[in-house]
């Protein structure tokens, strides 16, 4: 493969071997009419490299396929609210997938997991599908280290396997394999910056991308605009695909994108507001060392079920206090949720720590090196906020 990336990254070229391989899975698959399932983390990454691929891989299929509907039948996008791809999606992915191989005599097919795959979470539903033949490719930016997934995927497309970290979002790895694609469509390049903007990702690679959307008419304020109305949509749509509408909001139909945006701009504003007030009213705050650590409980200043979600609302409160070092906790009945910016430890750390020391709890969750949450048994809540406490007294020193 000799074509050049988008933009100048040496994490890019050390996975150009990866790149090659999925698209030629890709390709091969179209080739062989095995359909082609999408599943993504249902965020603005998750979205924005899906829908680069979609708009890339869909022209081939239907040049195959002049049969009516060949683009659901030969193709399907499903988003999932969980940063990894859990058992329940393999045993319905699977079901579905055996089904059209019964009524219509389709392939078994390739899954791309987009925005997860990564991590020891994904193992069980990955190895469910290999066992009935499924091809999985994996493209992802969570934290990862070679051999974790490895011997049970067909490619793995991951920053951290080639010296890279999280900043490389999975939308921009998303991107740079749909440039290698023969119909491929220059409309997709800002969702590149996009994923970045949504991710919040730093660095010399998402500066790079950020030109090229320049480039496409979209500033770094218009980005933030539509990753937050691509989030609010992404929220409303849970698991449903939404072709259409998420086509249309990332400008497929530019006077809807605007329609949309306008429609959902204020109320956002307002909701984001209104949690966040609630949320600096209750959070307890500390220094310890310099490090200003800040505590509260999430579920009570969030509403089940709406926008902004548990996830979203700490990285607000994060945002609130991010200009100095900080870690910022919201806990949960039986979940921890964390961010940070002090460079002491990394969730994978903490996760790691609560294993060895209250293995009853069943600790298990993961994310980002400095994103993520941590789930364990509502029963030992106690037991596990004062196990935080101690970590986080002993690395913050």
Same mark, same amino acid.
């Given at each position: 493969? +000799?074509?050049q990336f988008?933009?100048?990254?040496?994490?890019?070229?050390?996975?150009?071997?990866?790149f090659?391989?999925?698209?030629a899975?890709?390709?091969?698959?179209?080739s062989e009419?095995? !359909?082609?399932?999408?599943? *993504?983390?249902?965020?603005?990454?998750?979205y924005? /490299?899906a829908?680069?691929?979609?708009?890339?891989?869909?022209?081939?299929?239907?040049e195959?396929h002049?049969?009516? /509907?060949?683009?659901?039948?030969?193709?399907k996008?499903?988003p999932?609210?969980?940063?990894?791809?859990?058992?329940?999606?393999?045993?319905? #992915?699977?079901s579905?997938?055996l089904r059209?191989?019964s009524?219509?005599?389709?392939?078994m097919?390739?899954?791309i997991?987009?925005?997860?795959?990564?991590?020891?979470?994904d193992?069980m539903?990955?190895?469910?599908?290999r066992i009935?033949?499924?091809k999985?490719?994996?493209?992802d930016? *969570?934290?990862?280290?070679?051999?974790?997934?490895?011997?049970? =995927?067909?490619?793995?497309i991951?920053?951290?396997?080639?010296?890279? %970290?999280?900043n490389?979002?999975?939308?921009?790895?998303?991107v740079? &394999?749909?440039?290698l694609?023969d119909?491929?469509?220059?409309?997709?390049?800002?969702?590149?910056? @996009?994923? /970045?903007?949504?991710?919040?990702?730093?660095?010399?690679e998402?500066?790079?991308? @950020?030109?090229?959307? +320049?480039?496409?008419?979209?500033?770094? #304020?218009?980005?933030?605009?539509?990753?937050?109305? &691509?989030?609010?949509e992404? *929220?409303?749509l849970?698991?449903?695909?939404g072709?259409?509408?998420?086509? #249309?909001?990332?400008?497929?139909?530019?006077n809807?994108?605007?329609?949309?945006?306008?429609l959902?701009?204020?109320d956002i504003?307002?909701?984001?507001q209104?949690?966040?007030?609630?949320s600096l009213?209750?959070?307890?705050k500390?220094? =310890?060392n310099?490090i200003?650590? $800040?505590?509260?409980?999430?579920?009570k200043?969030? =509403?089940r079920?709406?926008y902004?979600?548990v996830?979203?609302?700490?990285?607000?409160?994060? #945002?609130?206090?991010?200009?100095? !070092?900080?870690?910022?906790?919201g806990?949960? %009945?039986?979940?921890?949720t964390?961010?940070s910016?002090c460079?002491?430890?990394?969730?994978?750390?903490?996760?790691?720590?609560?294993e060895e020391?209250i293995?009853?709890?069943?600790?298990r969750?993961? /994310?980002?090196?400095?994103a993520g949450?941590i789930?364990?048994?509502a029963?030992?809540?106690?037991?596990?906020?004062?196990? $935080?406490?101690?970590?986080?007294t002993?690395?913050?020193k």
């Amino acid at each position: 493969m +000799s074509h050049q990336f988008l933009i100048k990254s040496e994490v890019l070229e050390n996975l150009r071997e990866n790149f090659t391989s999925a698209l030629a899975l890709i390709k091969q698959s179209i080739s062989e009419s095995r !359909p082609i399932i999408i599943r *993504h983390h249902s965020d603005c990454d998750g979205y924005s /490299g899906a829908i680069a691929l979609e708009k890339n891989i869909l022209p081939l299929i239907l040049e195959k396929h002049s049969r009516p /509907g060949s683009n659901y039948i030969y193709y399907k996008r499903a988003p999932m609210p969980a940063p990894f791809y859990d058992y329940s999606d393999a045993v319905r #992915d699977l079901s579905f997938s055996l089904r059209d191989n019964s009524k219509f005599g389709t392939r078994m097919p390739l899954m791309i997991l987009l925005d997860n795959g990564s991590t020891e979470e994904d193992i069980m539903g990955i190895k469910k599908l290999r066992i009935y033949g499924i091809k999985v490719i994996v493209i992802d930016h *969570h934290f990862t280290s070679k051999g974790i997934i490895d011997d049970f =995927v067909d490619v793995h497309i991951n920053p951290y396997l080639a010296g890279g %970290d999280s900043n490389l979002t999975s939308g921009m790895l998303a991107v740079e &394999l749909a440039r290698l694609i023969d119909k491929y469509s220059f409309e997709v390049e800002f969702l590149a910056a @996009l994923s /970045g903007v949504g991710d919040r990702s730093s660095g010399s690679e998402f500066d790079q991308y @950020l030109e090229i959307a +320049s480039k496409h008419k979209y500033s770094l #304020d218009s980005l933030k605009e539509l990753a937050e109305a &691509l989030d609010f949509e992404a *929220h409303h749509l849970r698991v449903i695909e939404g072709r259409e509408l998420v086509s #249309d909001l990332l400008g497929n139909d530019k006077n809807k994108q605007r329609k949309i945006i306008g429609l959902v701009k204020a109320d956002i504003k307002f909701r984001r507001q209104k949690i966040l007030e609630g949320s600096l009213a209750s959070v307890k705050k500390k220094d =310890v060392n310099g490090i200003q650590l $800040v505590e509260f409980n999430v579920l009570k200043v969030t =509403v089940r079920g709406q926008y902004p979600p548990v996830g979203k609302t700490v990285g607000m409160v994060f #945002d609130s206090f991010k200009e100095n !070092p900080t870690v910022v906790l919201g806990y949960g %009945d039986e979940s921890i949720t964390v961010r940070s910016n002090c460079g002491k430890f990394t969730v994978q750390e903490m996760l790691k720590h609560l294993e060895e020391k209250i293995p009853q709890a069943y600790i298990r969750g993961g /994310g980002h090196e400095n994103a993520g949450t941590i789930k364990f048994l509502a029963a030992f809540n106690g037991e596990v906020v004062k196990l $935080v406490s101690e970590f986080l007294t002993t690395k913050l020193k």
